[in-house]
């Protein structure tokens, strides 16, 4: 049982073990890449029988992708769930996208980065009728950076300010495949235009 084995454990390790728990309920992501999560997902890996059980209490599952070094904390119910709008959800998308488009010519032991004003330029190339401002892009990307999606390289307010996306970014978006990120943009697109037909007709 975990009270028993949690007992095994020393004052430092139990120190990280709460940390580590309060960190995924948080957030709900750890990456391997990002700097403030590396201890906690190592401690993971090394004691993941232990936050198995836990979670598992709460109905909770760790999903592990040891290959990209990403964490997910997923609820079976679904319970644990971000709802997002749909400006955060297509910059979510768009985040995706710029990931798979700028991975392609990275080399594999590299972080993914971007810049600010990419994820502008993709979303100003959807021509929808409503475009994202600034205050609106940088409350976005916060949220994001607190969920351990990516981590901003300096003042996230300026259009050259790097991004990087971090590998957790493919948990958070529940598909491999490129294609059906593309569709899911194209379907909000429509769904748009069908919103400003009905208010001009």
């Known amino acids: 049982m975990i009270l028993e084995k949690y007992a095994e454990l020393n004052m430092t390790q139990k120190e990280l073990f709460s940390k580590t728990c309060l960190k995924?309920?948080?957030?709900?992501?750890?990456?391997?890449?990002?700097?403030?999560?590396?201890?906690?997902?190592?401690?993971?890996?090394?004691?993941?029988?232990?936050?198995d059980e836990y979670f598992g209490i709460m109905d909770f599952e760790i999903v592990l992708d040891r290959e990209l070094g990403a964490i997910q904390l997923v609820h079976r119910e679904?319970?644990?769930l971000l709802k997002l709008k749909k400006d955060e959800t297509l910059v979510l998308l768009i985040l995706r996208i710029l990931y798979h488009q700028h991975l392609v010519k990275t080399s594999i032991n590299d972080n993914i980065v971007i810049r600010v004003d990419e994820i502008h330029q993709y979303y100003d190339s959807l021509e929808l009728k409503k475009k994202i401002n600034k205050t609106d892009l940088v409350k976005i990307l916060r949220t994001y950076r607190r969920l351990n999606l990516i981590e901003p390289?300096?003042?996230?307010?300026?259009?050259?300010?790097?991004?990087i996306i971090y590998p957790t970014i493919l948990l958070a978006i529940n598909t491999q495949a490129i294609n059906d990120v593309y569709n899911l943009i194209a379907n909000i697109e429509d769904k748009s235009e069908g919103e400003e037909n009905e208010e001009t007709n």
């Open 24 to 51: 995924l309920l948080q957030n709900s992501f750890l990456s391997r890449d990002k700097e403030d999560n590396k201890e906690m997902y190592y401690f993971l890996l090394s004691f993941k029988n232990y936050f």
């Open 78 to 80: 679904g319970n644990n």
């Open 153 to 163: 390289l300096g003042d996230i307010t300026k259009a050259n300010t790097n991004i």
